[in-house]
């Protein structure tokens, strides 16, 4: 059975840092693509960032330059380091994960961040 365990959310002040990790496990010949989406209350759940296996990256605008995603393909990791968090970054932030092999897709059960003003 393939699962994604999320670690590292927490409560962190205005301009903090914090560093989700994200390991996969069950999967037998790991995924092309990984990535950290969030999700605050009343709102819809949105892309982070991504990285696939070679290694391109993507984020989405309000993060970029103080969100930083990479991964560990032999062990099926990812990881997600914030800096100079913000309120408006609060969310319950999700590690996904989709196999190359046959594309289907996972996702963690989630994690807690909450930046405080």
């Known amino acids: 059975q393939v699962r994604l365990v999320e670690s590292g959310g927490g409560s962190i002040q205005f301009g903090g840092s914090l560093r989700l990790s994200c390991e996969g496990s069950?999967?037998?010949?790991?995924?092309?693509?990984m990535a950290w989406y969030r999700q605050a209350p009343g709102n819809q759940r949105e892309l982070v960032a991504s990285m696939d296996d070679r290694g391109n990256r993507n984020y989405t605008d309000s993060v970029k330059g103080r969100f930083a995603i990479s991964r560990d393909n032999g062990r099926n990791l990812v990881f997600l380091v914030m800096n100079n968090l913000k309120p408006a970054d609060t969310a319950v932030y999700y590690c996904y994960g989709r196999k190359w092999i046959d594309g289907r897709q996972y996702w963690g059960q989630g994690t807690q961040v909450t930046v405080s003003s």
């Open positions: 069950g999967v037998a010949y790991g995924f092309d693509l």
